[in-house]
């Protein structure tokens, strides 16, 4: 097919989104979460964040009912159907005359793993946002969540954050399904997914690694060790555990981790990867196959 002629059908597929309730294909995640990108965002009240965490929980608990996908219309957001490896799922985008950069969400309430897979800086944290795209396709993850709007504006492998850990947030829509999550009794792992440059470290072992791991505290838990170690026996090594083997990058700061801690959860897992990895996974299904299998647990 002509380059001009794919160019015209993905722009079609941008501003022209499928209605309410609509099917959608997996490939379709990447054009809706560009579609739905804004440069700024606005604060939102704390009182919506409860309303929303209800409906997250709602949504990760079964399928949503006619009331749950009107109360998403109320909060400006499209709720679309899609089906990823044969199971029923609920793909959340802002409206075009609503885009606040809350951010996009993939629920799928009827699977049994509870795994949930954060990229809250796919802006730039370069191939994160479609890194997520492909693990959400081919993995089973009972809920996806992108960032839309950039958090933090020097976050990218040129020009890096100052403090890596600086992930302390306001309240937010990441926070409220964290703590759905956490209300259902999900049993997790949840997994925050980075980039970062090795060559911008400041320790040696933060200049070698190929990724960083960490509980999100200075008490890494058993289940990163575990995910470690699964992953430096599938993807090689360098894969280290902060604070034990690398003292950066272990996103002790993270909003999300303080969620979890706060509810008794110990299945937090900051996932730094290297660019040269990052595109790795891009490019091979086989790698991405290791990296889900291990956080999944299924090659545990």
Known sequence: MAHWLVRIIVLMMI??????????????????LRSSRVEESSVVPGSEIAQVELLFARGLDQPMSAGTLRAWEEHGFVTESIRLQG??????FEKADARLGRGMFLLCPTRSQGSILLIPHG???????????????????RAVAWNTTPRQPTEDDESE????????EIENYFTGLARAVSVLGLPGP????????????STEAGRRARAILSS?????????????SCLEHELGDRLLVYPTEVSELGGTQSQIAAVLRAWGRRDFLHLELSFALRKKLLEDSDTRRSLIDCVEGESR
């Open 15 to 32: 501003f022209n989104p499928a209605p309410l309730g609509a099917e959608a294909e997996g490939s379709d995640l990447l054009v809706r």
């Open 87 to 92: 199971d029923p799922c609920h793909l959340l």
């Open 123 to 141: 802006f730039h944290d370069r191939f994160t946002a479609e890194i997520g795209a492909l693990l959400a396709e081919e993995g089973r993850f």
């Open 161 to 168: 954050r100052v403090n890596q850990d600086a992930e302390i």
């Open 190 to 201: 949840m997994i925050q997914l980075h980039g970062f440059a090795p060559y911008l470290r």
């Open 216 to 228: 999100g505290s200075n008490d890494p838990h058993q289940s990163t060790l575990d995910v470690a």
